[in-house]
């Protein structure tokens, strides 16, 4: 699979800006409609210190079974690979399950589920228990803390060409392409998938490929999400020998392999040898920040410089990139937010 966008609601300010609008414009509604509901005599039940304990209690409850409904749907619609866990950022509740990977109209239900659900549930209590007043209250401020969910689902139906969503600590990662294949993070910040244009190697001989020795050591959790080994991968040609940390899903995509592995660190040297400096690479890679760019690049020049002293020179390292099929990318197929995931 190939990574589109990577969407962090608390640290992208447009996002962030959306939310907290959306959720004010909702809030805002309901407050009108509940001034017009008192003002228009509307019937209601009667309102008192006892109503609006019980209705405070009621919203709080809301958020979370609010959460609870988020969870059901990850183990729900992932099943065995959700790890559900709870937590709370800027004064807000979350359910998350960072590394899990849904079609994207699963995870779209994932996200309005409780939207949908906690609004039907308060309709209907206010119905059934005669009380309108306290199940619209609670509806509508329900509705306002859903303003989070209603952006991200925005995002990611407007984004067709995604295929699987993966949910993240921040938010989401917007994925393209067979979900089957295995993918890998690379140092430098990206992601890159293992489609048959870059790994088609397999019943080939190649000397530079060949002569070149693989090994792993598992180091423990990774960092990018809970889901995430670290492993130091070794590779070793004659006297030289390179260590390169490396992460993976293992329990998804299954252990390290060479060419994989290889493949990815190639594809960041060729990425580098393709830039003249880090504003050409900022350019090329439209990368929206300048620190970001840096901090691709220096990762990028690093594994460059480990493969020069792997394979001793640079037409030796040209050479067994060809022979990797890794192939330049046209500027429309690169995307500034490959450059996100760090």
């Known amino acids: 699979m190939q990574p589109i966008r990577d969407i962090d609601l608390f640290h992208e300010r447009p996002l962030l800006l959306s939310m907290t609008r959306g959720s004010f414009v909702l809030m805002a509604v309901g407050v009108g409609v509940l001034a017009a509901w008192l003002v228009g005599g509307w019937p209601h039940e009667e309102i008192g210190v006892p109503w609006a304990a019980l209705t405070t209690l009621a919203i709080v409850g809301s958020s979370l079974v609010h959460e609870v409904i988020h969870a059901a749907a990850f183990k729900a619609l992932g099943g065995d690979d959700a790890h559900v866990r709870f937590g709370s950022h800027a004064g807000m509740l979350y359910a998350s399950s960072p590394g899990l990977v849904l079609p994207r109209g699963r995870f779209v239900v994932v996200l309005l589920a409780p939207a949908v659900a906690v609004s039907l549930a308060c309709f209907a209590v206010g119905v059934v228990a005669k009380v309108p007043l306290a199940g619209f209250l609670v509806l509508a401020m329900h509705l306002s803390s859903c303003a989070g969910d209603l952006v ?39 992601v890159a998938g293992n489609d048959s244009s870059m790994l088609d190697v397999a019943g080939r001989h190649h000397e530079r490929l060949d002569a070149v020795q693989f090994s792993y050591k598992y180091i423990g959790q990774g960092t990018y999400s809970t889901r995430h ?18 992460q993976k899903i293992t329990k998804t995509f299954g252990e390290p392999e060479k060419n994989e592995v290889l493949a990815r660190i190639c594809r960041d040297a ?24 840096i901090r691709a690049y220096d990762g990028c020049e690093r594994e ?31 995307n500034k937010d490959h450059f996100k995931f760090m």
């Open 152 to 190: 991200i689902a925005r995002e990611v139906l407007g984004c067709p060409e995604a295929t699987m969503v993966e949910d993240t600590e921040g938010g989401v990662r917007l994925w393209r392409g067979d979900p089957t294949t295995a993918e890998w993070t690379s140092p430098g910040g990206k």
């Open 229 to 246: 080994d670290l492993y130091h991968c070794t590779f070793t040609r004659g006297d030289a020998s390179e260590t390169f940390p490396f």
């Open 270 to 293: 060729n990425d580098y040898m393709s830039c003249a400096d880090v504003n050409e690479f900022k350019e090329k890679f439209r990368i929206q920040k300048m620190f970001l760019a």
């Open 304 to 334: 460059y410089q480990q493969l020069i002293e792997l394979f001793g020179t640079e037409r030796e390292l040209r050479q067994a990139i060809r022979e990797l099929g890794i192939h330049e990318e046209s500027d429309e197929t690169k």
